[in-house]
């Protein structure tokens, strides 16, 4: 069954660091994975999605990558600003074509 | 287009109350999913379609739950007899046919009281 772990749960820091989110997933076999913003009570914004082929994704101040052969993914955000304050969900894609997500990482980030 | 669109955005009802919830997809998507998320949990997928056809349910979807999309537009999920444990945000996103990205809607958030 495939699990997907976000770490760390919580982060909080001042604006302008660099900041990186970690998802890990227990079964390689993903078509994709996807990094998603949400924020409160609100629904799901796409970031970025990376196909099982590759290695990474970039848009603006924001990287993914993904090795698929650990597990592993990887947001990295540079130069924070408040307005990155959200939670910032993983998902893998799965051969039944269903999204497992993972529990989140809640960012602050003060000014 | 606007993207996905999800009515009503809120919906507070009384325990044994039926209700029912509208997604409508981006025009040119043929796959639909419906998700659930409880507060601080990630979405946990309930069932999708191809077109009108329902390809999967999650055992989380128990008998009290229907989903339809008839005619391969418009979908709808309907939960009767409702539970406190309903309680939680539903979620619809859609996609192309494919390993391509999905995109959420707002979500309707249920209150069961």
């Known amino acids: 069954k495939q699990e997907v772990t976000q770490i760390p749960a919580a982060l909080s820091v001042p604006e302008g660091e660099n900041l990186v989110l970690n998802c890990s997933f227990t079964d390689s076999a993903i078509y994709n994975l996807q990094w998603f913003r949400q924020d409160p009570g609100k629904g799901l914004t796409s970031l970025l999605l990376?196909?099982?082929?590759?290695r990474e994704q970039t848009s603006g101040r924001l990287n993914a990558s993904l090795d698929k052969s650990s597990g592993r993914s990887t947001l990295y955000i540079a130069a924070s600003q408040p307005g990155d304050s959200a939670t910032y969900l993983c998902?893998?894609?799965?051969?039944?074509?269903?999204?497992?997500f993972g529990t989140g990482t809640r960012l602050q980030v003060f000014p | 287009d606007t993207g996905v669109s999800q009515n009503p955005r809120h919906k507070i009802t009384k325990r044994g109350q039926n209700v029912t919830f509208r997604c409508d997809p981006i025009?040119?998507?043929?796959?639909l999913y419906w998700y659930r998320q409880t507060l601080g949990q990630g979405p946990e997928f309930l069932t999708y379609?191809?077109?009108?056809?329902?390809?999967?349910k999650s055992r989380l979807l128990s008998d009290r739950f229907s989903a339809e999309r008839p005619k391969g537009s418009f979908s709808t999920l309907e939960i009767q007899r409702t539970e406190q444990g309903d309680s939680a945000m539903y979620l619809c996103?859609?996609?192309?046919?494919?390993?391509?990205?999905?995109?959420f809607g707002q979500g309707t958030r249920l209150t069961v009281v």
């Open positions: 990376i196909q099982s082929s590759q």
């Open positions: 025009s040119e998507h043929n796959r």
């Open positions: 998902a893998v894609k799965v051969g039944t074509d269903k999204l497992i």
């Open positions: 379609f191809q077109n009108e056809a329902q390809l999967e």
């Open positions: 996103a859609s996609s192309l046919e494919g390993h391509l990205e999905a995109f």
